[in-house]
């Protein structure tokens, strides 16, 4: 696998889609083979399954079964699309990936970072980003945007402003933890400076 692999994550709200559709653009207009994708999703397995992760008649789901199901998605997703577009030597921006597992599930849950991670190596086959971008935005903020804004309510949305609490600092132990892959981007800043930030970084990795 020769191409590059970069993650984008943050918190409810942060604003990851449009960023990456922003970078998107520039990078195409670089020149770039690109592939862009998202999790849980991406492909129509994982879809269906993000479906059922998501779906807010589903509030009884035990915490194992979602990491599991995640864990599922994302299996299906990197050796149906990611894997083969980094053999095709392509570019691939991807809205999530295992860290969010590991600051929802791992953390936010309480099932262990270590525990959610074994599980999703074993999913990827060990294989993580090159880079991640982490959108810094503090939960409340966060929050607020998904609410005002036109996007879908699903049924992590719906969860208390303490859990969000919780996987926000997951993503702080996470950006530590992985301190060589992770970049933050503060993300309360207007969205063409979060954009151009961005983009920066992105320069630097490749």
């Known amino acids: 696998m020769s191409g590059i692999f ?3 994550e943050g918190p ?6 449009s960023v990456i559709k922003a970078i998107e653009t520039f990078l195409k207009h670089d020149g770039y083979d690109i ?3 998202r999790e849980p999703g991406g492909i129509k397995i994982s879809e269906q399954i993000r479906s059922i992760i998501l779906s807010k008649e589903n509030t009884d789901m035990d915490p194992r079964a979602e990491a599991l ?4 998605s994302r299996a299906q997703h990197f050796h149906q699309k990611i894997a083969p577009a980094l053999a095709e ?7 999530r990936f295992i860290d969010s597992s590991l600051a929802y599930q791992g953390y936010a849950r309480g099932l262990g970072i270590d525990e959610v991670y074994d599980i999703n190596a074993f999913a990827i086959d060990q294989h993580l980003p090159d880079a991640t971008i982490f959108i810094d935005v503090r939960p409340e903020i966060g929050l607020k945007r998904v609410f005002n804004n036109s996007r879908k309510i699903d ?7 303490a859990f969000h609490e919780q996987v926000y600092a ?9 301190s060589e892959r992770f970049y933050v981007v503060n993300g309360e800043n207007p969205i063409e400076t979060v954009i151009e930030d961005t983009l920066q970084i992105i320069k630097t990795v490749l």
């Open 155 to 161: 049924r992590l949305d719906l969860e208390t402003l």
């Open 170 to 178: 997951g993503y702080k132990i996470l950006a530590d933890k992985y």
């Open 69 to 72: 199901l995640f864990a599922a």
């Open 35 to 37: 592939l862009t994708t």
């Open 89 to 95: 030597n392509k570019l691939i921006l991807c809205d």
């Open 12 to 17: 409810e709200g942060s604003g990851k889609t």
């Open 6 to 8: 970069i993650t984008f």
